[in-house]
């Protein structure tokens, strides 16, 4: 773990992960790496870095083991809504992080980040690293997951919004 422990740092110096996930072959799937992109021109605190995991779970995994006070995972979520409908979900609740449940085996080649967020825990545990102590989703409802590159309409009209509401993420988690 790098850098003092959460609760030793002065205000103004939470780090923030923005993780963009998905796969840019597979239609609105990827989103979460074009929100990412957009993010890049944006002005954002010193304290805030980008991580494009793509479809790379375990990559995402390792990260976390680096002392994230919050983590903001951009990715298309399936909820029944309008396509385009974006959603900001608190994930940090121990039940949406899969305690109590059965564990799945593990898939190097399927670690999706609700597999990941299952799997914190355990990571910590046997790392001594803390988990971020705050874990938030910017979600946006898919039009289209099919083969292909491009993201549909709806969402790609999301993707101005998506970057807004990350980016005003980012710089309230900065000040905490």
């Given at each position: 773990m790098n850098g003092p422990a959460p609760e030793a740092r002065t205000p103004g110096t939470a780090r923030t992960l923005v993780a963009g996930v998905g796969n840019i072959f597979l239609g609105d799937d990827g989103f979460g790496v074009e929100t990412l992109r957009r993010l890049?021109?944006?002005?954002?605190?010193?304290?805030?870095?980008?991580?494009?995991?793509?479809?790379?779970?375990?990559?995402?995994?390792?990260?976390?083991?680096?002392?994230?006070?919050?983590?903001?995972?951009?990715?298309?979520?399936?909820?029944?809504?309008?396509?385009?409908?974006?959603?900001?979900?608190?994930?940090?609740?121990?039940?949406?992080?899969?305690?109590g449940t059965e564990p799945a085996p593990l898939d190097g080649h399927r670690m999706t980040p609700d597999a990941v967020l299952a799997l914190l825990d355990t990571l910590c545990a046997g790392t001594g690293a803390a988990p971020p102590r705050r874990i938030l989703v910017v979600g946006c409802e898919p039009a289209c997951l099919d083969e292909g590159i491009g993201?549909?309409?709806?969402?790609?009209?999301?993707?101005?919004?998506?970057?807004?509401?990350?980016t005003e993420l980012v710089r309230q988690e900065a000040v905490v």
């Open positions: 890049t021109r944006e002005e954002l605190p010193a304290s805030v870095e980008l991580a494009d995991v793509g479809v790379r779970g375990v990559h995402l995994a390792y990260e976390l083991l680096d002392g994230w006070d919050t983590l903001v995972l951009v990715d298309v979520t399936a909820r029944g809504g309008e396509p385009g409908t974006l959603y900001l979900i608190d994930a940090s609740a121990a039940d949406d992080r899969g305690r993201l549909s309409p709806q969402v790609a009209a999301a993707v101005p919004e998506a970057v807004r509401m990350v």
